[in-house]
């Protein structure tokens, strides 16, 4: 409190972040990749580095497929503990230490292309195959969610639609959700 005047988050949603049982669960995860018990953490001293960024890197490819909502608590992310990341960021409400502070929000047009663009669900994407893809992302609604979308703009091939959906899950809406929670504590100004 007190060390901004003013904020810009750009491209960086996090409504919330992992909770000590979600970090808890990732460490389990890590651990049993590397034939390791809970209680044996110690054994991680003897082991390669390669051996446990290997582990790491199968934990962290499962937590990618996690739906958008739970990516933040999912895989190699900051845990809430009460002292140092006291809650949400933005979960249940916008922090009222930032009460005060204005803020602009935004994100882009094309955010996920960088991200997802060279993966083989986008790469070969058709309006066939797409909401099977998407499932993981939206639900059992898949096949409806991106119908509407390609209804909408109907001459945008289906791998676009694909980027676009991953944009407005991953930073559009949660974005325009942090600008309504910090909006509504009616301190100061928010921008998107």
Not at 39 to 60: H, M, W, Y
Not at 93 to 107: D, F, K, N, R, W
Not at 115 to 128: E, I, N, S, Y
């Amino acid at each position: 409190k007190g060390l901004f005047h003013k904020a810009v988050i750009q491209s960086g949603p996090a409504l919330q972040m992992a909770t000590r049982e979600d970090g808890t669960d990732t460490a389990r995860q890590v651990l049993a990749e590397l034939g390791v018990g809970d209680k044996e953490g110690d054994k991680l001293r003897s082991l390669p580095a390669d051996r446990i960024l290997a582990a790491q890197g199968v934990v962290q490819a499962r937590a990618g497929r996690a739906p958008i909502a739970d990516r933040r608590r999912f895989g190699f992310n900051p845990v809430i503990d009460g002292t140092y990341l006291p809650g949400g960021p933005f979960n249940p409400t916008a922090p009222e230490a930032s009460a005060q502070v204005p803020l602009m929000i935004g994100s882009n047009k094309d955010e996920q292309a960088l991200f997802l663009g060279h993966l083989p669900w986008v790469t070969g994407a058709t309006f066939d195959n797409l909401p099977e893809a998407m499932k993981p992302y939206l639900g059992e609604r898949a096949a409806e969610i991106v119908a509407k979308y390609h209804a909408a703009q109907p001459g945008l091939p289906a791998d676009q639609i694909g980027l676009i959906l991953m944009g407005e899950l991953g930073q559009r809406l949660p974005s325009l959700q942090m600008a309504e929670r910090k909006l509504a504590l009616k301190a100061a100004d928010v921008f998107v």
